[in-house]
C-alpha cells in the first residue's frame, strides 16, 4: 500500500537552471532583496507570484529557490498551520474505511518544504513510508532536514506520470496548495487518480479565489464530477474552508477510486445526441491576398513557435479560412485521408457497421477529415464537427459533410451538451500544436 500527497508543486518545467542570471526589477531580485531586508514581506511577494493569472511557471519556480530556506517562517503570516486539515481529513477517511494509517507508504507529490510531512507524522502516519515530490531542489533540501520523509524525489508533475512511477502504485494522493497562477495543471487531478490505487483517495485542497480568476481552474469542480460520471472515482465531498489565507475561503474535494468499470452504451449501439451546435493576424490576412503560396512560412509562425496564445491561432485561422484548403495542401497534401483508412480498417475489424457508427471529429477545421470519411462510406448525418473558430467551421459546413456542428473549445473538461460515452468513435487530426490542443487527459 502506498500514498501520495500532493502539496505544492511547481510543473511542466523540464529542467531547472541553478544558477539563474538577476535582472534588476525582476520577481527573484525582488524577492532575495526583500526576504532579506523587509520584515513581513511575505505577503506581498506571495501576491505577486500567485495573484498574476499570466504568471509563467519559470518565473514562480525561480521564486521559490531564493524563498526556500525562509518559506515555512514567512508562510505562516499567510497561511498559518496550512497543512493541518490535509492530515486530519485523510486520517478520518481512511479510519472511516478501516485502512491502518501505520501501513500506508505515502508519496507527498509537491511536498514543498514538507509542511504535509510534518502534519502526518503528528498524526501517526509512519515517516518510514513517506515519500516526497517537488521540482523545487532548494525546496525539497529544506524538507530533508525534517527528517519526516524517507525518500525525496526531484520531478515535475502534470499531464503524465513522472518518470519511473506506474499506474496504481499508491493508496491516496493528496496536493495541498498546488493549484494556484503558474503551477500545477488542472489535469494533474486525473494523473494523481492514475497513480492511485482502487479503493484509495484523492484530495486536493486549493485558494477557492483561484478558481474564480485563474481560467484553467474555473472549471475544477465541472471537471471532478466528469471523471466521477465516467467511474474514475466517487466523490466523498466537497468543503469550503473559512480563513484559508488571510481574507480567502479555502476549496477542498475528496475522492475515492472506483473499480475501473465501462459505464453507458457500447460502441456501435444506436444513441441519440442533443448538441447546440494582431500582429500574426494582420500578417496573414495581407500574405494571403498579396502572395502566391505563403502557406509554408504561416504554418511556420502559428505552430512552430511554442509560445503562441490560442487566441493568436484563432485570430489567423479566422483570416485564413476560405484559403485555408488550397493552402494548405502546400504543406500537407491528403493530410486526412490516413484517418478514414485507419478508421474504416478498425471498425471493420471489429466487425461493425460503418454506416451506423456516430462520429465526432474533434479540430475539425474547415472538414477535411469529413470529407476523407464520406469518401470511404461513413454516415455523413452521423458524422459531428467540432472546432473553435466559427470561420473554419462555415467552411466546412459549405461542403455537407458532417450532420452537425459544434462550436467550442475542447481541452480538459467536455464541452457543454456533450455528455459521455455519447460517440462511438473519436478523432483528431492535427489538433495537437502549439497553441492549439492541450494534452490534458
Same mark, same amino acid.
Given at each position: ?36 531586508? $523587509? ?9 505577486? !507570484? ?8 519559470? &518565473? ?40 491502518? &494509517? ?52 526531484? =520531478? ?12 496504481? =502504485? ?35 485542497? !486549493? ?7 485563474? $481560467? ?9 464530477? $466528469?471523471?466521477? $460520471? ?28 472506483? &473499480? ?8 456501435? *449501439? ?20 498579396? *502572395?502566391?503560396?505563403?502557406?509554408? *512560412? ?47 480498417? !478498425? ?24 470529407? *476523407? ?69
Amino acid at each position: 500500500t502506498k500514498l501520495i500527497l500532493l502539496d505544492s508543486l511547481l510543473q511542466e518545467c523540464l529542467q531547472i537552471t541553478i544558477n539563474m542570471p538577476e535582472q534588476n526589477g525582476s520577481l527573484v531580485a525582488n524577492a532575495k532583496r526583500r526576504m532579506t531586508t $523587509e520584515p513581513g514581506a511575505t505577503e506581498e511577494i506571495w501576491k505577486e !507570484m500567485v495573484y498574476d493569472k499570466d504568471i509563467t511557471n519559470d &518565473k514562480v519556480i525561480d521564486a521559490y529557490k531564493v524563498w526556500a530556506e525562509a518559506y515555512d517562517k514567512d508562510f505562516a503570516v499567510v497561511h498559518p498551520n496550512r497543512a493541518e486539515h490535509m492530515a486530519v481529513y485523510l486520517d478520518e477517511l481512511v479510519k472511516q474505511y478501516g485502512m491502518k &494509517k501505520e501501513n500506508l507508504k505515502i508519496l507527498d507529490v509537491a511536498a514543498g518544504t514538507g509542511l504535509v510531512g510534518e502534519e502526518l507524522k503528528k498524526r501517526g502516519f509512519r515517516i518510514q513510508n513517506i515519500t516526497a515530490l517537488d521540482l523545487c531542489p532548494d525546496m525539497l533540501n529544506v524538507a530533508r532536514k525534517k527528517k519526516v520523509y524517507s525518500k525525496l524525489i526531484q =520531478s515535475p508533475f502534470g499531464s503524465t506520470m513522472p518518470k519511473g512511477m506506474t499506474a496504481r =502504485s499508491y493508496d491516496c494522493v493528496i496536493m495541498c496548495g498546488g493549484f494556484a497562477a503558474g503551477h500545477v495543471p488542472l489535469s494533474s487531478l486525473h494523473t494523481m487518480a492514475r497513480l492511485c490505487k482502487e479503493g484509495g483517495f484523492i484530495i486536493n485542497s !486549493m485558494t477557492k479565489q483561484y478558481a474564480d480568476f485563474v $481560467e484553467e481552474y474555473k472549471q475544477i469542480d465541472k471537471y471532478v464530477e $466528469e471523471l466521477e $460520471e465516467e467511474g474514475t472515482w466517487q466523490i466523498m465531498f466537497r468543503r469550503i474552508l473559512q480563513n484559508y489565507t488571510k481574507g480567502n475561503q479555502g476549496l477542498v474535494h475528496a475522492m475515492r477510486i472506483n &473499480k475501473k468499470e465501462t459505464k453507458g452504451p457500447i460502441a456501435g *449501439e444506436s444513441d441519440a445526441i442533443i448538441l447546440k451546435g494582431e500582429d500574426l493576424v494582420e500578417q496573414t490576412k495581407k500574405r494571403m491576398s498579396t *502572395e502566391n503560396g505563403p502557406t509554408t *512560412e504561416i504554418w511556420k509562425e502559428m505552430v512552430y513557435d511554442k509560445d503562441i496564445s490560442n487566441d493568436k491561432v484563432i485570430g489567423a485561422y479566422k483570416v485564413w479560412a476560405e484559403a485555408y484548403d488550397k493552402d494548405f495542401a502546400v504543406v500537407h497534401p491528403n493530410r486526412a485521408r490516413h484517418m478514414a483508412d485507419f478508421l474504416l480498417e !478498425m471498425v471493420e475489424g471489429a466487425g461493425m457497421k460503418k454506416e451506423n457508427l456516430t462520429i465526432l471529429d474533434v479540430a475539425a477545421g474547415t472538414g477535411l477529415v469529413g470529407e *476523407e470519411l464520406k469518401k470511404v462510406g461513413f454516415n455523413v448525418d452521423r458524422v459531428t464537427a467540432l472546432d473553435m473558430c466559427p470561420d473554419m467551421l462555415e467552411v466546412a459546413d459549405k461542403k455537407g459533410v458532417y450532420g452537425k456542428l459544434i462550436q467550442s473549445p475542447f481541452g480538459t473538461t467536455m464541452p457543454n451538451g456533450i455528455k459521455a460515452r455519447s460517440y462511438d468513435c473519436v478523432i483528431m487530426c492535427g489538433g495537437f500544436a502549439a497553441g492549439h490542443v492541450p494534452l490534458a487527459r
